[in-house]
């Protein structure tokens, strides 16, 4: 079962999911991993498809987190090798930034990326960071990493502004939405987390799967 939930930058308001909020079809990226049985899933007649990870001689893909198709590329967040592989339009690997660590634009449990209008790709790490990369020469570099203080699941962008979802680790924030400039400022924050008497109720179904910013300033949970 898939449960949407929609909030708008605009007014801070939480809009029950509809039709109109759901992504078009050329704007889904499947992802399955050997547990799914790939064999026994078929695939839409009209779908292109591609199987990235297959190739001995390339680096092994452990934990994917997210993925994304940037220009000819695909980007793809392992969580387990902390750093985002880097992969051709038809699936060959070309290479990987970030890597494991605390410093800047090290990874510890990256957890979503996104991509802004000039094109850098921000990782929100579980480990209470964010870093940005930009493409020099043809590939991302990191240009700098600064902290928050939640434990982000999942991150977006609209215009200026990041938009990332989490808790701090003390205690569960009323509002899990929080605005940041670009430069690491922190903003307002929105939203709401779900409450139960039982603690283990409210942070199982506070988790969401994805995370994604629209246009005209909607944010879309996806739990």
């Known amino acids: 079962m898939l449960t949407w939930a929609s909030a708008s930058v605009s007014h801070s308001q939480t809009i029950h999911p509809s039709a109109d909020l759901f992504p078009s079809a050329d704007e889904v990226i499947r992802v399955f991993s050997e547990q799914d049985s790939m064999k026994q899933r078929t695939f839409p007649s009209s779908a292109n498809h591609i199987t990235i990870g297959q190739n001995k001689n390339e ?8 993925v994304a198709k940037i220009g000819d590329q695909f980007l793809v967040l392992d969580q387990k090798s902390n ?8 699936g060959e690997y070309m290479y990987a930034f970030g890597r494991p660590g605390q410093g800047p634009g090290e990874l510890k449990v990256p957890e979503d990326m996104a991509r802004d209008h000039q094109g850098r790709i921000w990782v929100a790490d579980a480990d209470r960071s964010i870093s940005v990369f930009s493409k020099q020469n043809g590939r991302y570099k990191a240009l700098r990493t600064f902290s928050v203080d939640k434990n982000p699941q999942g991150i977006c962008v609209i215009g200026e502004s990041l938009y990332v979802y989490g808790f701090s680790p003390s205690k569960k924030a009323r509002h899990p939405i929080t605005e940041y400039s670009f430069e690491g ?5 929105f939203g709401s987390a779900y409450e139960s008497e039982h603690p283990a109720v409210s942070n199982r179904l506070s988790e969401i799967s994805s995370m994604t910013c629209r246009e005209d300033g909607k944010v879309i949970l996806q739990y």
Not at 59 to 66: D, F, K, L, N, R
Not at 83 to 90: A, L, N, R
Not at 185 to 189: C, F, M, P
């Open 185 to 189: 400022d922190r903003g307002r924050t």
């Open 59 to 66: 680096p092994p893909i452990a934990g994917v987190t997210e």
């Open 83 to 90: 750093e985002v592989k880097v992969y051709s339009e038809t």
